[in-house]
């Protein structure tokens, strides 16, 4: 990768320590143990039931759809949560895990027998993904890690997964395997630094989404569906 | 827009925006329902004290630490083929990013909801090179579209305008012929700018949270339109106040928590999103193009003074929320986009005092804001300490404000404290009203209410103290 340029920084940041009293500081510097860590009380001791609990109530309030099923109800589940809004064009990421799940069929025999539109998110085809992803419908992906306190899908970016996937679509179904689900979003930070700290690339863009878009802009009324998805819903899997 | 409205001196705004009904309606029912919203999630998290007293460590350590942090900042988004620079004053940050807009020959630049960019003005100098610069937080968006109307909340934007008259805004400039159903409303914006994240040539953001170890930067919104305006250009320019770091995404989770719950009482908004350089070799989407332009612009000489606190801000504008001067005289009294308390503490600081040196009177000192304040900057002892610099120092003080101080002093000297120097109007305390009487108050009366009881405030007393100290003196 190439290496961008910094302008100006010297003297930007030498005023700084003067500004401070004291001579710069550039390196040697370590975060201090901080003395309240209340982050880590917050579904203490929770069983992956009492989260999956916690986030189902939790999807209540964030205008989000939450159904549970098993591995083998899956396909049943998300070809009737297609339908319930509206139907194709579906985008989704080419990830291993549709094939995992045994979504295979569905999205590459099924839903084409029935003139449901799939687009698989392919990096050879450019700017074909946006504009696909733009007509789509729905957009699908699997959620990487999921926070039970807040409702949130944690997803990470990469080739195989573009970004607007989750945006550009009319509405958004998030798969969430219940080993995914951690507390909130303390346990979602220590994860990714834990890989930074490893020298792994943080991917150029973690999605922390929870719920369809809204506003409150007007009147202070709640509005859902603004720039991103209108609806939302999260299919959760028991048993993987 | 710059940091300074114009709209005419002091008491001449405050004296129109008290006669606004609308906007005093609006205000005063964003507050109530904000206050019971923030403090349902506040209760629901727990432990709140501690988690102001983490937030703040972490702040105070980032400040007192800015170059290091800075340094590995910029640092790890080079490493990532990002570019960083480095912009001592608002002309430098412009500068650069026009010679940007120039060098790719860009006609449309799409934002997302920036104070910083509206603090260095930027959207007249991108305007006078020919770009079209669209707002796309719907806020904004119907700011913009009305010739450019003053923000009156740090987070709220639009709030001082109606749906009947956005309607008519829509109406005058989109061709929108539907109700002023906010969902219609929305509806439209959504889709005029849908087109515009499609063909915009740049995007440009600002910044809740840079995060120092991984060189990334960090974007809350509820829209999410931040995350189009990054995914579709093919240039994103990030600009960030240069005290919005932090050291790793652990502290940054902290400071979100703590930002979406008092900002809006909601345990994370719909999208946080962490962007880290430009797109990844491979990927069909995202930027291939970062810019990240940190700004001074004042901020260094606030720093090794007894001002630094206010650096501290996360801009989640909870003090503005629960306090009882703004609920009345709404944000565009306070002639900067930059209101409420934090508004009255820190427009001072970054515009002077020649413009700004009635802000820090515009205050009961009742200290709800400092009780609000996630990252426990001391709001209303700044305000103070600005008075006494004021007086002391620069002898800018206007008449009415040494009668003010006169009274308030008289005030503090006897129980007429709690009529005058108080002196909030019933509304404000509505709330905690029971029967005639206070019985959970905000701020420093919370101690007290504990263990006895407050009158409630008479009616209009706020009003006839204003009009009571512009017939006192003509501060400018």
């Not at chain 1, 045994?102 to 990096?123: C, K, Y």
């Not at chain 2, 710059?2 to 008491?11: A, D, H, T, V």
């Not at chain 2, 005058?172 to 889709?191: C, F, I, N, Q, W």
């Not at chain 2, 005290?243 to 502290?251: A, D, G, Q, S």
């Amino acid at each position: 990768m190439t290496r961008g340029a910094i302008h100006n920084r010297d003297a930007f940041l030498e005023n700084i320590a003067h500004r401070l009293g004291r001579a710069p500081r550039l390196s040697g510097v370590s975060r201090p143990q901080w003395s309240a860590q209340p982050q880590w009380k917050v579904l203490a001791g929770y069983s992956q039931d009492d989260l999956l609990a916690v986030l189902r109530e939790q999807c209540k309030l964030i205008h989000t759809d939450y159904i549970e099923t098993t591995n083998a109800g899956l396909a049943g589940v998300l070809k009737q949560q297609v339908t319930a809004y509206g139907g194709g064009p579906v985008i989704v990421p080419d990830d291993p895990r549709f094939a995992e799940y045994g979504l295979s069929a569905l999205l590459r025999d099924e839903w084409p027998a029935e003139r449901t539109a799939i687009h698989i998110w392919n990096p050879a085809l450019g700017r074909q993904n946006i504009d696909a992803a733009e007509q789509a419908n729905v957009g699908i992906a699997f959620s990487d890690i999921t926070l039970a306190e807040s409702g949130t899908v944690v997803l990470f970016s990469r080739n195989e997964q573009g970004r607007v996937i989750h945006f550009l679509p009319k509405t958004y179904i998030a798969i969430v395997p219940k080993s995914t689900v951690v507390p909130r979003m303390t346990q979602a930070a220590v994860i990714i630094r834990k890989q930074i700290e490893k020298g792994v690339l943080v991917p150029s863009c973690i999605n922390f989404i929870t719920g369809p878009s809204n506003s409150a802009d007007i009147e202070m009324n709640l509005v859902v569906g603004v720039h991103g998805p209108m609806k939302a819903a999260y299919i959760v899997v028991t048993d993987r | 827009m710059p940091m300074k409205i114009e709209n005419g001196p002091f008491w001449k705004r405050v004296g129109e925006n008290l006669d606004n009904d609308f906007m005093r309606g609006a205000v005063a029912g964003m507050q109530d329902r904000g206050y019971v919203r923030r403090l349902g999630v506040i209760e629901e998290l727990g432990h709140w004290e501690e988690w102001r007293s983490l937030a703040e460590q972490i702040r105070k350590h980032t400040l007192e630490n800015l170059d290091y942090y800075l340094m590995q900042l910029s640092e790890n988004v080079a490493k990532r083929g990002g570019h960083v620079f480095f912009a001592r004053t608002a002309e430098e940050a412009n500068d650069y990013i026009r010679r940007i807009a120039l060098e790719k020959q860009a006609k449309k630049i799409v934002k997302s909801k920036s104070m910083v960019t509206e603090e260095i003005n930027l959207n007249p100098v991108l305007e006078s090179i020919g770009c079209q610069v669209i707002e796309t937080d719907l806020g904004e968006y119907i700011l913009q579209i009305d010739d450019h109307d003053p923000p009156s909340h740090i987070v709220g934007p639009a709030l001082h305008k109606n749906k009947e008259q956005i309607r008519d805004v829509f109406r005058r400039k989109l061709g929108y012929t539907k109700s002023s159903d906010p969902v219609e409303l929305a509806r439209h914006a959504r889709e005029m700018l849908r087109r515009d994240y499609l063909t915009a040539d740049i995007g440009i953001t600002g910044c809740n949270f840079a995060i120092a170890e991984s060189g990334s930067i960090t974007l809350v919104t509820n829209e999410g339109n931040a995350d189009l305006v990054t995914a579709l250009p093919k240039t994103q320019i990030t600009v960030m106040g240069m005290e919005r770091i932090v050291p790793t995404f652990e502290e940054m989770e902290v400071l979100v928590s703590m930002l979406t719950r008092s900002a809006v009482g909601q345990k994370l908004t719909s999208y946080i999103t962490v962007l880290t350089g430009p797109r990844d070799e491979g990927d069909a989407d995202g930027p291939e193009e970062f810019h990240l332009v940190i700004v001074d612009n004042g901020r260094s000489s606030i720093l090794g003074t007894e001002f630094q606190p206010v650096l501290q801000c996360i801009r989640c504008a909870a003090c503005v929320n629960v306090c009882p001067v703004y609920r009345h005289i709404g944000g565009h009294s306070y002639g900067s986009i930059y209101s409420g308390p934090i508004g009255a503490v820190l427009s001072p600081l970054l515009g002077g005092y020649d413009d700004y040196k009635e802000l820090p009177y515009a205050s009961s000192l009742c200290a709800a804001c400092t009780e609000a304040c996630p990252v426990k900057i001391p709001l209303h002892e700044l305000l103070i300490k600005h008075r006494q610099i004021i007086v002391e120092r620069e002898g800018k003080a206007p008449a009415a404000e040494k009668l003010a101080m006169k009274a308030f002093r008289l005030g503090t000297a006897s129980p007429s404290l709690y009529r005058f120097g108080t002196k909030l109007a019933p509304g404000a305390f509505a709330s905690f009203v029971k029967d005639g009487r206070i019985t959970k108050g905000p701020g420093p009366l919370k101690a007290w209410t504990e263990s006895r009881e407050f009158p409630a405030p008479s009616k209009e007393r706020f009003r006839d103290w204003f009009r009571d100290r512009q017939k006192g003196g003509n501060p400018s």
